[in-house]
């Protein structure tokens, strides 16, 4: 299976920070690799889906890059809402697993 | 609009076996690139992908659970079945099930509420 590691577990932030979660692939994925948001206590949404491609309705600060086994998110200004977990997840092969999430903190 | 709800029974027993129902609307299993996966969070804990199946009837397993995972499909009542054969007080976790898009790349857009399990005797 491939493995999926974000870093950092977890940080601090404030309201209008420019903020970068990674994840790295234990193997060569491509392009494949999605990010979803989970607020406290929320079902997961999707912002981002084959690395970079923004989700519809999902706003313009964020936005995702990477391929092969590098990928970062960033949010180019942090928003109150914007404090939760975050997960990747490969969808290069099955079983498509996610990383363990990171958690954005005020 | 794409809506997907899950239903099962809140609490089940060591060693039982687990049934869970994912009825969904505003897309068809008959379609091409359509999908419906189930995911699972433990309490505190990341999300882990369990199961998919896809508009062609392929099934694919997450590997630790794949000998007590079985996933199903109803296309006629728009639904979708999870079973989890020996059920262990670890399973505890609310259950999701999602639709996945297979466009460009494999992703879940749409996601129901989840459905908590709770395994104890």
């Known amino acids: 299976d491939i493995q999926m590691t974000q870093s950092p577990a977890s940080l601090s932030a404030s309201v209008r920070d420019r903020v970068t979660v990674t994840c790295r692939a234990s193997?060569?994925?491509?392009?494949?690799l999605n990010w979803y948001r989970q607020r406290p206590g929320k079902v997961p949404e999707l912002l981002i889906y084959?690395?970079?491609t923004l989700q519809s309705g999902v706003p313009s600060r964020f936005s995702g890059s990477g391929s092969g086994t590098e990928f970062t998110l960033t949010f180019s200004s942090l928003q109150p809402e914007d404090f939760a977990t975050y997960y990747c997840?490969?969808?290069?092969?099955?079983?498509?697993?996610f990383g363990q999430g990171t958690k954005v903190e005020i | 609009q794409v809506t997907l709800r899950e239903s099962g029974p809140a609490l089940v027993k060591p060693t039982q076996t687990l049934t869970l129902t994912c009825t969904f609307s505003?897309?068809?299993?008959?379609?091409?690139?359509?999908?419906v996966a189930w995911i699972r969070q433990p309490p505190g804990k990341a999300l882990e992908w369990l199961a998919v199946?896809?508009?062609?009837?392929?099934?694919y397993y997450t590997t630790s659970l794949a000998t007590r995972l079985t996933i199903s499909k109803d296309t006629s009542k728009n639904q979708v079945v999870l079973t989890m054969t020996n059920m262990d007080p670890v399973d505890t976790a609310t259950y999701f099930c999602?639709?996945?898009?297979?466009?460009?790349?494999?992703?879940?857009?749409?996601w129901g509420n989840g459905t908590t399990v709770t395994v104890s005797s």
């Open positions: 997840q490969q969808s290069f092969t099955t079983p498509y697993t």
């Open positions: 999602a639709r996945m898009v297979a466009r460009d790349d494999y992703y879940m857009d749409v």
């Open positions: 505003g897309f068809s299993l008959n379609t091409d690139e359509m999908c």
């Open positions: 084959a690395a970079s």
């Open positions: 193997q060569n994925i491509s392009k494949y």
């Open positions: 199946i896809d508009w062609d009837d392929n099934q």
